[in-house]
């Protein structure tokens, strides 16, 4: 196990050190159901699930069913049918190429401004510097002016207390009313943006921010730990989705099946690991547990820019199909640019405290000082 993934593989053990070992546990197997659950690893299952079984984005236990209690009927990720893709085709304009180059210069400014400690020999916070950038970034998607950090600290708070309140558990009511106090602080943020629909903006600003504050310090410590920071002069398109894959943000992503399927069919009926009657079938109320982290093989396979995961799969961190991640061109981009900005002071992990709380694995904060 190289250092670098040594270190990453912190950030699961600090927050969801059982889960963790139960997907470690059983990563042999390309699917498995335990009772009314189906854990997904195959990287065809996955695809299938994605593509190929309608899912209930209402249900309590999904993303979108947390979602909706966040921030009100109406969020981008349980809104059904029409309103569904009427939102998505507006935003997929938002966040296309020419959109992702009018926002760019909002989070260069950013990377600007605080990466100046690096060059006279001093450290730097990552974790806070991301916030903001993404915080920024959301702001302008919006068209809304709030300030970057109090946007990025209110939906990391709101997406936080969400997936708290979601465990069993003792404190579950208590955790109730925090996360009911975060949505509300988050909603108060961004509601004039949309008053029709405040859930909408509320949801896409936890989508952007939780996602880019977990995603981009983990790449960059990977790039330190692993001395990568060549490939991000000589290749940074293939580093930027080798280390996306590798960290692969949102390892796993729940969905509760509205109809039935099958999820490997190819292994034809009785011959497949979930018993008789076909590959890996799977009933309507299913819930399952579709690991991005082993379909995309990040937990076998180091980041290698010169020989990178071929395109399609290294995508599948942001998901397939109807639900696929409208915002990966963006997350793409910044984090290139995050990486360019660091590579020519070869930066070093000073030190690394994992984020126990968050409700994607993640640092909570990441000193970095120049290496060379
Ligand atoms: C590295 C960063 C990111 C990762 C790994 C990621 C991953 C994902 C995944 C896996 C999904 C669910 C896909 C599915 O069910 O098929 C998703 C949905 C979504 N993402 Fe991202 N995302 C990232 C960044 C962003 C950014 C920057 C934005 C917005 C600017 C964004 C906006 C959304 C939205 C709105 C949805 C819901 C789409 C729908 O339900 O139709 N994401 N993302």
């Known amino acids: 196990v190289t250092a670098a993934r040594a270190r990453d593989r912190r ?23 335990l009772g009314g659950t189906v854990l997904v690893h195959d990287r065809a299952a996955y695809l299938a699930a994605l593509t190929r079984v309608p899912f209930d984005r209402t249900s309590e236990r999904t993303t979108g069913g947390a979602a909706s209690r966040l921030a009100g009927a109406g969020a981008v990720f349980d809104q059904q049918g029409d309103a569904h893709r009427h939102a998505r085709r507006h935003l997929a304009d938002r966040l296309g190429a020419a959109g992702v180059d009018g926002l760019r210069p909002v989070w260069t400014a950013v990377l600007r401004a605080r990466l100046a400690p690096l060059a006279t020999g001093g450290r730097l916070d990552l974790v806070p510097l991301v916030a903001e950038l993404a915080g920024a970034t959301t702001a302008a998607l919006l068209e809304i002016r709030v300030d970057p950090r109090a946007l990025a600290d209110a939906a990391r708070a709101a997406a936080a207390t969400a997936a708290r309140a ?42 952007a921010i939780t996602t880019t504050v977990a995603a981009v310090p983990r790449a960059a410590a990977w790039a330190c ?15 930027t989705d080798e280390l996306l894959r590798v960290v692969a943000p949102t390892p796993l992503l729940p969905r509760v099946a509205a109809a039935g399927a099958d999820l490997l069919p190819h292994l034809g009926a009785g011959a497949g690991p979930a018993g008789p009657g076909g590959g890996c079938p799977v009933r309507a109320g299913d819930r399952l547990l579709l690991i991005a982290r082993h379909a995309v093989d990040a937990h076998r396979r180091d980041p290698d820019p010169r020989r990178p995961a071929d395109a399609r799969t290294a995508r599948l961190v942001f998901g397939a199909g109807p639900h696929a991640c409208p915002g990966a061109r963006l997350a793409r981009a910044q984090l290139t640019d995050v990486l360019a900005a660091l590579a020519p002071y070869r930066p070093v992990v000073e030190r690394a405290r994992a984020d126990r709380r968050s409700a994607l694995p993640g640092w909570a904060s990441l000193i970095l000082r120049a290496g060379a």
């Open 11 to 33: 950030v699961y053990l600090r927050s969801h050190p059982i889960l963790f070992a139960l997907l470690a546990a059983t990563r042999h197997r390309p699917t498995l159901r």
């Open 225 to 239: 730990d692993d001395d990568l920071w060549p490939y991000a002069e000589s290749h940074p398109g293939e580093l």
């Open 166 to 207: 979601h465990l069993p558990g003792p404190g579950r009511r208590h955790a109730g009313r925090a996360a009911a106090i975060a949505a509300d602080r988050l909603l108060a943020l961004v509601g004039p943006r949309d008053p029709a629909n405040p859930g909408r903006a509320a949801m896409l600003a936890v989508a």
